[in-house]
């Protein structure tokens, strides 16, 4: 399609979407309301009513949700294209994610069949009364899941990306030997320092960053001063495509919050609330057996043993719970290689008509789905706003760590992008690691798949998600992740085995992200 052509699908995609949302409905009552108001002419009336949308704030309103559509929207392809190339352009991929999704459903068939628990259930009356009652202290319960085990650990994700090959691709063709040093074997294109350094420009060593200490222009103070007075007045202009480029160079702690939000066009309206409310009532109507993996593979293994997050545990189960029944999560199925996954109502087995979305998301949760959550319980404290800050991060980022796909933020691309740095800039270490059986990737996929999350200290993580919002991308984890590579590096030469080399890089609670990544970025020899 030409240029005209793609824009045309866009903007009628757009306003097709936002024709059934609630802002639309508010602006067309404004829209009335407003025409009883004398300033409003006939002889005038598009331009009178158009100028006092703009004024009382409902264009900007409507420009950010537009900006968020522009953000989660496929994007603009032949109308001919069938669905499954929109979410997914390479035909292996997609075989791959259906081989994935049939080998997680099965596992959690086969343990609902083995233990005898069934994939949903009404909950008895007073079962429902005693979980509404201790809602905000689920906490403190001690169920009984041990004959609960994960559906699958980030280890066996990183199995199946190991295995993947394009089948029209001769790898003999590829120039060097390096391309062959790596785990992941498939030719997707990935940027390289030069690339990333002009994507990346605001984080150069010249520039201010919040979560730097010393800047060599300026004082940090007048820095932190003057760019907080910046992020105040985003804030009060309310625009979302202003808010994301102000992320680029950090937020300070006490408007990231109010940013993060905007960025994300989460507005948290009486309606938001409402939705978060009826989640709610669905959580203590019906009982699913995938509460018991967040009880169990997630939040008891993984957050409430953390020492930044085990005092979030209510709120983590309040939101993890709500989201598996949110079935406005499948919309990002349009756009997400995944499929959701299907079973059926008891005693229907094979008939498609009664095939039901199982869980009511579309997402079924692996060990470590928490810490998507965990780390946002520090910016809100409104468990309504917490849940619609997550749902959004999720649609728009984090499930690309657990599908697998031929994306630039897609985990595949992140993981060959990490070996490529590594490869690239730190050849006798990459070298060395692999002749030793201890694979780079072998021990960063763990961070990457969780975005770090639980692995740097809250505040460096939270700078670090500053920039997964600022440039829309995820790429920066995996530049990250060599960046931790090549700070270790002297280290990691002398480590003699796989379990030497994660010894060397367990801890990463006293790294310093910004440093680390302009160091590698902008600091790297070519």
């Known amino acids: 399609m030409d240029e005209g052509s793609e824009l045309s699908l866009t903007i009628a995609q757009i306003v097709q979407r936002l024709k059934g949302s609630h802002l639309h409905s508010h602006i067309e009552r404004q829209a009335r309301e407003c025409l009883h108001q004398p300033e409003i002419k006939l002889e005038s009336l598009k331009d009178d009513v158009r100028s006092f949308l703009k004024t009382s704030g409902w264009e900007r309103q409507l420009q950010n949700a537009v900006y968020r559509e522009l953000h989660v929207q496929l994007p603009p392809s032949h109308p001919a294209a069938p669905p499954e190339h929109l979410k997914e352009p390479l035909a292996y991929m997609r075989k791959a994610q259906a081989s994935w999704e049939k080998r997680v459903l099965k596992s959690l068939n086969s343990m609902s069949t083995e233990l005898g628990v069934p994939l949903a259930r009404m909950r008895p009356a007073a079962e429902q009364k005693e979980l509404s009652n201790k809602w905000n202290e689920m906490g403190t319960d001690e169920p009984d899941l041990t004959r609960f085990r994960p559906v699958y650990a980030p280890k066996d994700f990183l199995e199946v990306l190991i295995s993947l090959r394009n089948p029209n691709h001769d790898s003999s063709e590829d120039i060097g030997v390096r391309s062959h040093w790596g785990l992941i074997q498939i030719p997707l294109n990935v940027r390289d320092i030069p690339q990333l350094r002009r994507a990346y420009s605001e984080l150069n060593l010249s520039t201010g960053q919040l979560g730097i200490e010393d800047h060599a222009h300026i004082h940090p103070d007048l820095f932190e001063n003057d760019y907080v007075q910046i992020g105040k007045k985003v804030l009060v202009e309310q625009d979302s495509a202003a808010a994301q480029q102000y992320s680029r160079q950090g937020c300070s702690t006490g408007l990231r919050a109010d940013l993060w939000a905007l960025i994300l066009n989460s507005t948290n309206q009486p309606?938001?609330?409402?939705?978060?409310?009826?989640?709610?009532?669905?959580?203590?109507?019906?009982?699913?057996?995938?509460?018991?993996?967040?009880?169990?593979?997630?939040?008891?293994?993984?957050a409430s043993n953390d020492d930044y997050y085990f005092v979030f545990e209510d709120y983590l189960y309040q939101v993890l719970l709500c989201f598996s029944r949110d079935t406005a999560v499948l919309e990002h199925f349009k756009y997400n290689s995944a499929t959701p996954p299907k079973s059926f109502i008891q005693g229907k087995g094979g008939d498609e008509e009664c095939a039901v979305v199982y869980p009511p998301n579309g997402v079924i949760p692996f060990h470590g789905f928490s810490m998507y959550v965990a780390p946002l319980c520090f910016l809100y404290n409104e468990p309504s706003k917490l849940y619609s800050v997550f749902r959004e991060m999720?649609?728009?980022?984090?499930?690309?760590?657990?599908?697998?796909?031929?994306?630039?933020?897609?985990?595949?691309?992140?993981?060959?992008?990490?070996?490529?740095?590594?490869?690239?800039?730190?050849?006798?270490?990459?070298?060395?690691?692999?002749?030793?059986?201890?694979?780079?990737?072998?021990?960063?996929?763990?961070?990457?798949?969780?975005?770090?999350?639980?692995?740097?200290?809250?505040?460096?993580?939270?700078?670090?998600?500053?920039?997964v919002l600022g440039y829309d991308s995820l790429e920066i984890v995996a530049v990250l992740a060599a960046a931790v590579f090549a700070f270790r590096a002297e280290n990691l030469m002398e480590v003699t085995s796989l379990a030497s080399a994660e010894a060397v890089l367990a801890d990463l609670s006293t790294l310093k992200v910004m440093p680390l990544l302009q160091i590698f970025l902008f600091a790297t020899v070519i």
């Open 394 to 467: 999720y649609i728009r980022y984090f499930f690309r760590l657990h599908s697998i796909s031929s994306s630039p933020s897609g985990i595949v691309s992140l993981c060959l992008q990490f070996e490529r740095l590594l490869q690239a800039h730190l050849p006798q270490l990459f070298y060395h690691l692999r002749q030793i059986g201890a694979q780079p990737l072998r021990v960063a996929f763990k961070w990457m798949v969780r975005a770090f999350s639980g692995y740097l200290s809250t505040d460096q993580l939270l700078l670090l998600w500053d920039r």
């Open 271 to 302: 309606q938001d609330v409402m939705h978060y409310e009826q989640l709610t009532a669905g959580v203590i109507q019906h009982d699913l057996l995938v509460d018991n993996l967040i009880y169990k593979q997630d939040v008891k293994l993984t």
